[in-house]
C-alpha cells in the first residue's frame, strides 16, 4: 500500500514538472514568434512610411531589409 503510494505520488510529481516544463517552453517560444513578428510588421510600417516619401523602392529595400518583392506589394 505505501509502495502504491508513493509510486503515485512520484508520477505526480512527474507530470506536474513536465506539464510546467511545457508550460514555459512554450511561452518562450511564443515570446520569440511575437517578437518576430512585431519586428517585421515594424519594417513593414517603416517601408510603407518611406514610399510615401518618394524614396526608391532599392533604397527602402536597403533601409528595412526586406525583399525588392515585399516592398513592391505594399
Same mark, same amino acid.
Request: aromatic share 4%; charged share 15%; glycine share 8%.
Given at each position: 500500500m505505501l509502495v502504491n503510494t508513493l509510486e503515485r505520488d512520484a508520477r505526480n510529481d512527474g507530470w506536474k514538472a513536465g506539464v510546467a516544463h511545457g508550460l514555459a517552453e512554450g511561452k518562450s517560444l511564443g515570446l520569440a514568434e511575437g517578437e518576430v513578428r512585431g519586428s517585421r510588421q515594424a519594417k $513593414?510600417? +517603416?517601408?510603407? %512610411?518611406?514610399? *510615401?516619401?518618394?524614396?526608391s !523602392?532599392? %533604397? !527602402? $529595400? *536597403?533601409? +528595412?531589409?526586406?525583399?525588392k518583392a515585399e516592398v513592391e506589394a505594399l
Open positions: $513593414v510600417e +517603416t517601408a510603407k %512610411n518611406l514610399l *510615401q516619401f518618394g524614396l !523602392i532599392e %533604397n !527602402i $529595400v *536597403q533601409a +528595412t531589409g526586406l525583399s
